[in-house]
T-cell receptor, first 114, second 114 residues
Framework: NAGVTQTPKFQVLKTGQSMTLQCAQD?????MSWYRQDPGMGLRLIHY???????DQGEVPNGYNVSRSTTEDFPLRLLSAAPSQTSVYFC?????????????FGAGSRLTVL | GNSVTQMEGPVTLSEEAFLTINCTYT??????LFWYVQYPGEGLQLLLK?????DKGSNKGFEATYRKETTSFHLEKGSVQVSDSAVYFC?????????????FGKGTHLIIQP
């Protein structure tokens, strides 16, 4: 039972480069989301999706794009990386979109932008 | 909007000490309340939850009681172990709050010394 799988675990980028963080879940969860975790800031929601073909912005969406073509996958794209995007990124999913549902998190992707 | 407040720490205790991590929330209505734990190098995982007033969530020796009158959900453990060293996040969410209806606190870093 893989749960939520994120790749890569570590990535170093130069300013202006683009990349995609991959997220896949095998639990048939409708809801998927991306958070970033920064010291002293806790978890902040970047984007989320309530089902295939549906995405929406969270608290800090600028500089990031998402798409949801299948139930299983929810990639996060950095269009032109900036040092302010240095962070640890977590993908999470749940059975439904309600805030009362338990989230299952991936192990995280640590991104450094030079 | 909703908010969750918890001590950030680090909180340092000796093994077998009693633990309390305070959590208070600001929200309208009747949210569900959660404690998530993040072990070093891992993603968050659910520790316990409570869905209505006076409910007690418990897991792995940890307990928290949903106190509507004080809007609190304090985490307690009678005798901590070195393996409890982690970051603990309090969160509240609404069943009808929509996909972005989950609010996290900033996390409390707990260090248990042998």
């Amino acid at each position: 039972n893989a749960g939520v799988t994120q790749t890569p675990k570590f990535q170093v980028l130069k300013t202006g480069q683009s990349m995609t963080l991959q997220c896949a879940q095998d639990m048939n969860h409708e809801y998927m989301s991306w958070y970033r975790q920064d010291p002293g800031m806790g978890l902040r929601l970047i984007h989320y999706s309530v089902g295939a073909g549906i995405t929406d912005q969270g608290e800090v969406p600028n500089g990031y794009n998402v798409s949801r073509s299948t139930t299983e996958d929810f990639p996060l794209r950095l269009l032109s990386a900036a040092p302010s995007q240095t962070s640890v990124y977590f993908c999470a999913s749940s059975l439904g979109s309600s805030g009362a549902n338990v989230l299952t998190f991936g192990a995280g992707s640590r991104l450094t932008v030079l | 909007g909703n908010s969750v407040t918890q001590m950030e720490g680090p909180v340092t205790l000796s093994e077998e000490a009693f633990l309390t991590i305070n959590c208070t929330y600001t929200a309208t209505g009747y949210p569900s309340l959660f404690w998530y734990v993040q072990y070093p190098g891992e993603g968050l995982q659910l520790l316990l939850k409570a869905t209505k007033a006076d409910d007690k969530g418990s897991n792995k020796g940890f307990e928290a009681t949903y106190r509507k009158e004080t809007t609190s959900f304090h985490l307690e453990k009678g005798s901590v172990q070195v393996s409890d060293s982690a970051v603990y996040f309090c969160a509240c969410g609404y069943s009808g709050g929509g996909a972005d209806g989950l609010t996290f606190g900033k996390g409390t870093h707990l260090i248990i010394q042998p």
